[in-house]
């Protein structure tokens, strides 16, 4: 993979912070909030699309996929009905269907649509992996790349379902973040007095290639994906193994597999969805795997910003590392105003800073113990 690796050279992005890539991007790092009050609901507000506010969710979804995928397919200048030479794949996904597509029986899979769409003739596939998916999607596409099953692979997840079912369950666990003080500051990621998250929706969509190929066709990129590691911790169904062990040692595979030894110029983009077990958990699995060097490295969380988007978190914040190593900026956590003793790395508070970064580290839990990590790195 390191003689020839996989790099991005499309990136489209529909989230609450913006209906495309550089509106998300410029509003994330403006440190703006997309979580907006929703009425009839079981959670007083959610990270939602304005624009798709009237669609019923069972369109939206579908929508969101098209708009991501064909703008990531024209951001890397391929034209799928013109290009009929490149063979190309999809492992777009999501974590759940919306609720009124089961009761229907009409769930169109977002990867479905893109294929009747794009008429692509690479391997369609598509992974449910909770709010893992999206680093799911991607390490599968690679995989189909270097084994040679297509040239190019769309890559990423998709999430619509703000649905009653699924809420009632985030409320039953007692992880919905606390709205008393404003829904914009609700979400608090590694502070003091955080209380849980707020769901969202939204995705993106990549593409994937081969260096070579990429610049057979003379074509841009974002950067490199040095690696790309998934794993589970079998502990408990939405609870990870006390001190973080399980989510080091995926943390640990990536930065192998990308043959990091030093940390300098490093960015990491945490899972931090602002409760009080995760945060706290990630926050030792990261100490564990950078030791003392771990409080030099700056970190963030974008979910205060986008909502936490579940399935789709993992490829949006994926994307937006990629904009991060482009613009050397790293984005802000929103909302951190009082520190937690426990959660003491720097999480780069309020403001976006402007830095080196050479390397991105972004990570992903969800709940049935599933882990993901992904080092991506600027190219030359």
């Known amino acids: 993979m390191m003689n020839d ?100 029986g009409c769930f169109t899979h977002p990867s479905d649509v893109l294929q009747r769409y794009f008429k692509f003739t690479g391997p369609v596939t598509r992974y449910a992996a909770a709010c893992a998916t999206g680093l799911v999607s991607i390490h599968a596409g690679m995989r189909m790349i270097q084994m040679g099953l297509c040239d190019m692979c769309l ?51 990549m593409v994937l290639e081969k260096k070579s190929h990429v610049l057979g066709r003379q074509g841009h990129m974002y950067g490199e994906i040095s690696s790309c590691s998934i794993g589970n911790d079998a502990h408990d169904p939405v609870m990870f193994n006390a001190g973080g062990k399980c989510i080091a040692e995926v943390i640990q595979n990536a930065l192998s597999q ?20 995760n945060d706290w958990l990630e926050t030792q699995a990261i100490k564990q795997t950078f030791g003392r060097k771990a409080y030099h490295i700056p970190v963030s969380s974008t979910k205060a910003g986008t909502g936490h988007l579940l399935g789709a978190a993992g490829s949006v914040e994926t994307a937006l590392c990629l904009c991060a190593i482009r613009d050397q900026i790293i984005p802000p956590t929103l909302n951190y105003e009082i520190p937690d003793p426990e959660c003491d790395l720097n999480y780069t508070a309020f403001h976006a800073q402007h830095k080196t970064i050479s390397r991105a580290v972004s990570l992903s839990y969800g709940f049935g113990g599933h882990i993901g990590a992904i080092v991506l790195k600027k190219t030359c």
């Open 155 to 205: 890559v990423g997840s998709i999430e619509s379902s703000l649905d009653d079912l699924y809420c009632a369950g985030f409320v039953r666990l007692g992880v919905i973040a606390d709205t008393s003080k404003g829904h914009g500051k609700a979400v608090r990621p590694f502070e003091q007095n955080r209380s849980g998250f707020l769901p969202g929706e939204g995705g993106a969509v």
């Open 5 to 104: 690796p996989i790099v991005v050279t499309g990136i489209g992005m529909v989230t609450p912070l913006g209906m495309d890539r550089e509106t998300t991007w410029e509003n994330c790092i403006a440190s703006r909030t997309g979580i907006r009050e929703i009425n009839g609901k079981l959670i007083p507000a959610a990270g939602i699309i304005p624009d798709l506010r009237d669609r019923p969710s069972s369109k939206r979804a579908a929508l969101i996929s098209l708009m991501a995928a064909s703008e990531a397919l024209m951001d890397s200048g391929i034209h799928p009905e013109q290009d009929t030479h490149i063979c190309i794949g999809s492992t777009v996904s999501c974590s759940k269907p919306p609720l009124d597509t089961i009761i229907q």
């Open 258 to 277: 990308a043959g990091m030894s030093t940390y300098d110029d490093c960015y990491i983009n945490a899972h931090g969805t602002g409760t009080r077990l």
